[in-house]
């Protein structure tokens, strides 16, 4: 997607004005973003690996589907729209929580506000260009895949999956 505008948000969650998506590392300003967990009816996620050539965690197992929340947009209006940009998939949403984090990449700290939403859907995932695959894991063989090799998945992935555990199981 081209360049465009998110809202920027003060420490309460609260818009305070608008930037370019771009202009985030230099500016630093705090923004909003959102993660979807996806089951399936055998309660299995599914969890995508992210295409070699994204600019943040490249070939890293993350989310459903991520992303900011654009310019006007709430967290649900953005959940249902990376959904199915990503996924091309459809379902209803459940908000399960809403934190703020930061992370550091290339030596600026990035803030934002992430609203985590859980949704339930048998459909077959159809990729867009941002992933290259995805897999079925259960709730005990993804917490051990995390644990035991916490490289192959993106810092927020861990951190959005560890902020609604008690939520999931």
């Given at each position: ?117 859980l949704g ?10 941002e992933l ?28 959005d999956f ?8």
């Open positions: 997607m081209a360049d465009h505008y998110v809202d920027v948000v003060n420490e309460n969650d609260e818009v305070i004005g608008k930037e370019l998506k771009s202009r985030k590392p230099e500016l630093g300003f705090i923004s909003r973003v959102v993660a979807v967990m996806l089951r399936d009816s055998d309660n299995n996620f599914i969890v995508c690996k992210r295409a070699a050539h994204k600019e943040i965690f490249a070939d890293k197992y993350d989310l459903a589907a991520c992303g900011n929340v654009n310019l006007g947009e709430d967290y649900t209006q953005a959940a249902i729209r990376e959904l199915r940009e990503e996924l091309n998939i459809e379902c209803p949403l459940e908000m399960l929580d809403q934190f703020y984090q930061e992370f550091e990449h290339k030596g600026d700290k990035l803030k934002f506000f992430c609203g985590v939403f339930h859907t048998d459909e077959e995932p159809k990729l867009n260009h290259v695959s995805f897999k079925r894991m259960s709730f005990e063989e993804l917490e051990q895949e995390m644990e035991n090799n916490p490289d192959k998945f993106c810092p927020g992935f861990i951190n560890d902020q609604v555990r008690t939520k999931l199981k």
